[in-house]
């Protein structure tokens, strides 16, 4: 059994302007309702699951067909899974990709941030009802 090699910064950088990491961002999503409008819901799922020595491009095929590929490859990453074929990608693919991602996903405002500023309208609004209670 060989280890996966740690992708180099180069490859890292190159996964950085990969549309379909980009695509990824802009469509992850908290449920997985995606997966049921998933091309592969009507496919054999071993077509997505090709052994190493496989070529992977039936499947590569199928996902850029599908419109939910962004959601489906956040979800990869999200989950650190790296077997099979994901939102086009292969494993391979998907190494450097996951360096860039959780790079990235590192860096978002937390949700507990996101509740802070969600506040200031409400905040506003008490203002604004203290001020008419006081006129
Ligand atoms: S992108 Fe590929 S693996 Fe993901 S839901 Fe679509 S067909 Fe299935």
């Known amino acids: 059994m060989t280890r996966a ?23 992850r999503q908290d449920d997985v309702a995606w997966r049921t409008r998933g091309v592969c819901q009507t496919v054999d799922p071993e077509t997505f ?24 490859l956040a979800w990869a990453l999200e989950a650190g899974d790296c077997h099979g074929v994901w939102g086009a990608t292969t ?7 996951l ?17 802070v500023l969600e506040l200031i309208p409400k905040q506003r609004t008490t203002l604004d009802l203290v001020d008419r209670v006081a006129s």
């Not at 090699?5 to 469509?27: G, I, Q, S, Y």
């Open 99 to 115: 360096v860039a991602w959780r790079t990235e996903t590192a860096t978002d405002v937390p949700n507990n941030q996101s509740t």
């Open 5 to 27: 090699r740690m992708p180099r910064p180069h490859e890292v950088a190159a996964a950085r302007k990969d549309p379909r990491l980009l695509r990824a961002f802009d469509e």
């Open 49 to 72: 699951f090709p052994a190493p020595s496989e070529p992977a491009d039936t499947a590569v095929a199928l996902c850029r067909t599908c419109e939910v590929q962004g959601a489906c």
């Open 91 to 97: 494993p391979r693919e998907r190494r450097a990709m």
